[in-house]
């Protein structure tokens, strides 16, 4: 029995030595290999770019168990250990690329080398894409080496840092890479003197070979990133993201698209960017009418008995106060912020608006129109802290306006009925010029006395006709103030015409 047990156990071994081995051929680099791309002493020969080609399919299938297969662990270790031995690799094909094209440019020199650059710069450059995507995941999973960065995986649970930390990354491996380039290439092609040629892409022609330039050859050995940099900011936005979150990731593109404009113009980095920026901003809106479909389903049965401003108000404003906070940063030339935030104001303010008018249409009339003033009111409160929303304030101002008028009317009749001088004012008008005061009925001496009693008892009673207490509910002080002046002067002006009309009567 021990002896078959034995026998078992060293068949597993072996089955797991047979099973070790094939993995390693698959995952791993042989020594041999290893020296021959990293060994500054070897040419650059057909063995190099044999070695090498093996490293990139080692680096293939740490990818594809990376897509298929759950070890993330062993595939990012696997393409970690492996950056460092293609980036030697990229490095002595760098020097050697810089090392044929130095010395004379004329015709004959770039004929008699032109199909021994043609392989290896084609290497170099599919290396540095094909080694892209490793750099970011490396720089992903172990951190940057200045300022004792930590790991941007770790952030991965904070879309707004992840992707900041990403593009940080990012922006300072294209300052590497453009360092890296201008030594490639020979210093009268370096893009300052190109720019001061008037030169964006210089391409020189000699006898039907081309030599690309220096923004083409950034743009390539860049692309790689772009790809990368889309897969991961998707699987950060996957999960539900608040407003406020998504609109600081759009702003976080807009800025390092611009940054990185600065260096590489209108590259493919550059582009993807600016793509990111739209569809990030574009789901920042798309939130907002989320929000506004939810309170259009939910009007029915909406009853606000306090007046004030609701909670799905108050939550809508201070949503909007952060995302304005954001822009006030923002790098937009003063004479375009209205214009470029109109959009937001819009999708965030006018569904509010208007679900906040169906829901007063609900109430009595006084009181809807108390809700709607105390709901733009705290919609406009956030407005008045920027220059670039006066047009929304101006609007704002206006619909307050016309509410308070309507209000101040309303409340004007309603007392002037209660305490029955309505009615007196209306015989008053209505009365022929040939007809006694005395013959109208509302008029009569008697009546009007009592009356008039009636609303002069009012005036010094706490809590009678003239209290006024739905005014009070207003949340601003200074349209408060505002709605009881414009409500005593309105009813002193209608007792003012009717004492003035009564006064025959002595």
Request: hydrophobic share 40%; with cysteine.
């Amino acid at each position: 029995e021990k002896a078959a047990a034995l026998r078992k156990e060293s068949m597993s071994i072996e089955l797991k030595q047979q099973v070790l081995e094939k993995f390693l051929t698959r995952f791993r680099l042989s020594e041999a290999d290893t020296q021959v791309v990293r060994s500054g002493d070897r040419p650059l020969d057909d063995d190099f770019f044999t070695a090498f080609e093996r490293l990139e399919q080692v680096r293939a299938n740490a990818r594809h168990m990376l897509n298929t297969s759950g070890q993330q662990t062993s595939g990012v270790d696997i393409l970690h250990e492996t950056s460092e031995v293609l980036e030697a690799s990229y490095e002595r094909m760098f020097v050697w690329v810089q090392q044929q094209c130095r010395g004379s440019r004329d015709a004959a020199v770039a004929k008699s080398t032109s199909a021994e650059l043609e392989t290896p710069a084609g290497n170099v450059l599919k290396s540095q894409e094909a080694g892209a995507p490793a750099k970011i995941s490396g720089g992903a999973a172990q951190g940057g080496s200045s300022f004792g960065a930590r790991p941007i995986e770790l952030q991965a649970g904070d879309p707004v840092r992840y992707v900041s930390d990403m593009l940080a990354w990012i922006r300072e491996h294209v300052a590497v890479e453009c360092e890296a380039v201008t030594a490639l290439m020979d210093s009268e092609t370096q893009p300052e003197a190109r720019k001061s040629s008037g030169q964006e892409k210089n391409v020189d022609s000699v006898e039907g070979s081309t030599l690309i330039g220096f923004e083409e050859v950034l743009d390539i050995a860049l692309e790689g990133i772009a790809a990368t940099l889309v897969a991961r900011t998707k699987q950060a936005l996957q999960a539900n993201v608040a407003i406020v979150t998504m609109y600081k990731v759009a702003q976080v593109f807009s800025f390092y698209a611009k940054t990185i404009a600065d260096t590489l113009n209108e590259s493919a980095l550059v582009s993807t960017c600016m793509d990111l920026h739209a569809r990030t901003y574009q789901n920042f809106l798309d939130l907002w009418e989320a929000q506004a479909q939810k309170l259009r389903q939910g009007v029915s049965g909406v009853y606000v008995a306090a007046l004030s401003a609701p909670s799905f108000v108050l939550e809508a404003v201070n949503t909007l106060q952060e995302v304005l906070s954001i822009y006030e940063m923002a790098p937009v030339p003063t004479g375009e912020r209205e214009a470029d935030f109109l959009p937001v104001l819009s999708a965030a303010f006018d569904p509010l608006l208007n679900h906040c008018q169906q829901v007063a249409q609900m109430m009595e009339t006084a009181d809807g129109i108390v809700f709607l003033i105390n709901c733009v009111c705290a919609m406009q409160m956030p407005l008045q802290k920027h220059d670039f929303t006066k047009q929304r304030q101006e609007m704002y101002s206006s619909f307050l306006e016309d509410q308070l008028n309507r209000l101040v009317e309303g409340q004007t009749k309603a007392v002037l009925s209660k305490v029955g001088l309505a009615e007196r004012l209306k015989a008053l008008r209505e009365k022929l010029p040939e007809t006694a005061l005395s013959s109208v009925p509302e008029l009569h001496p008697v009546s009007l006395a009592a009356t008039l009693r009636s609303f002069y008892n009012s005036l010094f009673t706490l809590g009678g006709a003239l209290s006024l207490r739905l005014l009070e509910r207003i949340d601003d002080v200074a349209l408060r103030e505002r709605a009881r002046k414009g409500v005593s002067g309105l009813i002193a002006s209608e007792y003012e015409e009717l004492y003035v009309g009564i006064e025959a009567l002595g």
